[in-house]
């Protein structure tokens, strides 16, 4: 036997050792270890809290822990760009929300990843905004609210978390949509926008039911309506901006389980699934009200690229005459 004959049939005989076990491998059945569940939003906030029981119900529905990392920054993007680049095998999630698929992007010159192209998503949450009023305001309609505002141009204001905010852009598209001339004055961040608007020093915020509700009971503000594409069940007597006759005026903000877009179909299909039974789960439901979040139970790829893509072409027009950029 000559050496190049001996090469082969050692190669040959390596191989089929080798293929059995690659072949295993290749089907494992997933998930075979942790998940990271990245949450690009500081701890303790209303994404990491729904983040965190999402990843805490995954966990018994997958049989694998579900580990959360927070990677907070740049609206979200920080966080998103690390998934959007991280191995596309289903280890690696991000718990995103409108902010990193639909409005941060948008607002860079030069965004790190297409929201569209680079993931895969599944929406688990919807969260719709309110139109909240302070508590002395003369208008206790939607329409009374419309009026009030037109008669007096330029001379109310409105509040929001800051620049780039959906408080602010969600004002921005109720003005629009309403025909309002109203004046935008930024806070660092939605507590202070909402104790401003508690004491008089703001007219109106758009605000999630989870924040200001509690607010609403006590007397502090008042919600006079909800953006929302249909009433709330937190809050059923509360009429939407679309019934009280702002066209097209729905402003929410959803929960996203996002991956890399090039996760095979199989470990796709089995986070779907998994996803779908996790936010079934009644306890899990009834936590989630309380923070004014709706949540989806169908959860579908293909459907949520299309309510992205959607959403991406209603908002950039908004973004754009806004004037903000990060």
């Known amino acids: 036997m000559d050496k190049r004959t001996f090469l082969h049939r050692g190669l040959a005989a390596a191989a089929a050792v080798a293929l059995p076990g690659a072949a295993l491998h290749a089907q494992e059945p997933y998930p075979a270890r942790p998940i990271k569940l990245v949450v690009p939003f500081p701890p303790g906030g209303p994404t990491d809290i729904f983040g965190r029981r999402f990843a805490e119900k995954a966990r018994d529905v997958l049989g694998q822990p579900m580990v959360v990392e927070n990677r907070a920054g740049a609206g979200g993007t920080i966080g998103a760009t690390a998934v959007a680049k991280a191995p596309a095998d289903g280890y690696t999630l991000l ?53 009030l505002i037109r008669d007096n141009p330029g001379r109310f204001t409105f509040g929001s978390a800051g620049p ?128 004014g979040i709706e949540p989806v139970t169908d959860a579908d790829p293909a459907r949520s690229a299309r309510f992205f893509a959607a959403e991406i072409a209603r908002w950039a027009p908004i973004v754009k005459a806004s004037g903000v950029s990060m």
Do not use: C, W
Request: hydrophobic share 45%.
């Open 164 to 291: 780039g905010s959906i408080n602010h852009l969600g004002g921005e598209l109720l003005k629009l949509r309403a025909g309002l001339n109203a004046l935008h004055v930024p806070y660092k961040g939605t507590n202070p926008a909402q104790m401003a608007l508690m004491a008089g020093e703001v007219d109106f915020l758009l605000d999630t039911f989870g924040t200001a509700l509690p607010q609403h009971q006590a007397g502090k503000i008042r919600i006079i309506a909800t953006l929302g594409e249909r009433r709330s069940a937190v809050a059923p007597d509360i009429p939407t901006t679309i019934e009280s006759g702002i066209a097209d005026s729905s402003v929410t903000t959803v929960n996203v389980v996002a991956m890399p877009s090039a996760v095979p179909a199989s470990v796709v299909d089995a986070l779907a699934g998994a996803t779908r039974k996790v936010m079934a789960d009644g306890p899990l439901a009834a936590g989630l009200a309380k923070l």
């Open 95 to 147: 718990f995103g929300t409108s902010s990193t698929h639909v409005t941060s992007p948008l607002m860079l010159a030069s965004p790190p990843y297409d929201p569209l192209k680079d993931f895969t998503q599944l929406i688990v949450g919807v969260v719709p905004m309110v139109l909240a009023v302070r508590p002395n305001l003369p208008a206790q309609t939607v329409q009374e609210f419309v009026k």
